[in-house]
């Protein structure tokens, strides 16, 4: 387990800035290729109020093709290094399947690897995180970023990603990760219809009920379009509806572009959700 813990307390929830360092993410691809610049938007995620920043260095939007480890590492590495020099307090999450990636991440300072595979990618990698001891979060996804969203299909999304989730739980355990290292993600937008994606927040508790801490990822995705009308970079109060539904539904760990914003939703919605009346110390507002 890292030092800086992805548990929150109790009603505390923790931001994840998305730092993508590829080519062809669907919302920021291509801005931050230049280590530099990904360097000082980590920071100014930081600054904003992310608690862990979520380096990636493949883009798995609908589509996407695969890259290989070699380039995925040369685009990633240095932002780590970079970022770890820099001294932020801020968790580092490497966002990647492939041990030849997440070993050299670890190496230079990630604590945590975010598998959007949850373990299925590379079977080295349950090992390598039992060894290190970082946070693990395992996410759903119906088939892989290329094909996964042609007429996806289920019985029930909410029991079958549950099921997952829990076989995937049951291998890390059994390859030597603690519960306490393992975080889940129903993995919004990967192989989810519309449908799909609302469902799963309207009955994230069934996925809180789990035990694990619960991470959402629905940062300016396709559905919010699909509901909203707007364009990627005009999503940021359908994110915010999203985050705040779900951490009322149990989520505390929230995967976003937009820190500041959804940071300061949460702050109001834990602060509104966990307020004592009356408060133990008087406060004195204006407003
Ligand atoms: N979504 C994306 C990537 N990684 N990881 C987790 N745990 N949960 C998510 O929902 C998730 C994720 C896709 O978003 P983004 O990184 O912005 O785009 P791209 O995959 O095109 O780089």
């Given at each position: 387990m ?32 230049e ?13 904003s ?26 685009r ?15 968790q ?14 670890i ?8 598998d959007?595979?949850a ?14 001891g970082v ?72 996925l ?17 379009g ?9 999503r940021?109060?359908a994110t ?10 149990g989520?505390?760990?929230f ?5 500041a ?9 834990a ?6 009346w009356?408060?133990?110390?008087p ?5």
């Amino acid at each position: 387990m890292s030092a800086r813990s992805t548990r929150p307390a109790s009603g505390r929830f923790r931001v994840m800035g998305v730092l993508n360092v590829t080519p062809d993410s669907f919302s920021d691809g291509g801005r931050y290729l230049e280590p530099d610049l990904a360097i000082a938007h980590g920071i100014e995620l930081e600054a904003s109020g992310a608690a862990i920043l979520d380096v990636g260095g493949e883009s798995t939007r609908p589509g996407a093709s695969p890259v290989g480890a070699r380039e995925e590492l040369r685009r990633v590495l240095p932002v780590i290094e970079g970022l770890v020099t820099s001294g932020g307090r801020a968790q580092i999450s490497i966002d990647t399947s492939k041990t030849a990636v997440a070993a050299p991440a670890i190496a230079a300072g990630a604590t945590f690897v975010n598998d959007v595979t949850a373990l299925r990618g590379d079977p080295e990698m349950a090992a390598l995180v039992a060894s290190t001891g970082v946070d693990l979060c395992l996410m759903h996804m119906l088939g892989e970023p290329r094909t996964m969203q042609r007429d996806p299909r289920y019985d029930d999304v909410v029991d079958d990603v549950r099921a997952f989730l829990e076989a995937r739980i049951e291998l890390a355990l059994a390859a030597g990760v603690s519960e306490q290292q393992i975080l889940l993600d129903p993995g919004i937008g990967f192989g989810k219809t519309l449908e799909h994606n609302l469902e799963l927040l309207r009955r994230l508790h069934e996925l809180t009920a789990l035990g694990c801490p619960v991470v959402v990822g629905t940062s300016r995705k396709a559905f919010l379009g699909a509901i909203t009308g707007r364009e990627v970079d005009q999503r940021v109060a359908a994110t915010i509806a999203t985050n705040v539904l779900a951490y009322e539904r149990g989520a505390r760990v929230f995967r976003v572009h937009d820190v500041a914003a959804v940071r300061d939703a949460l702050a109001v919605t834990a602060a509104t959700v966990t307020a004592r009346w009356p408060p133990r110390t008087p406060t004195s507002s204006t407003t």
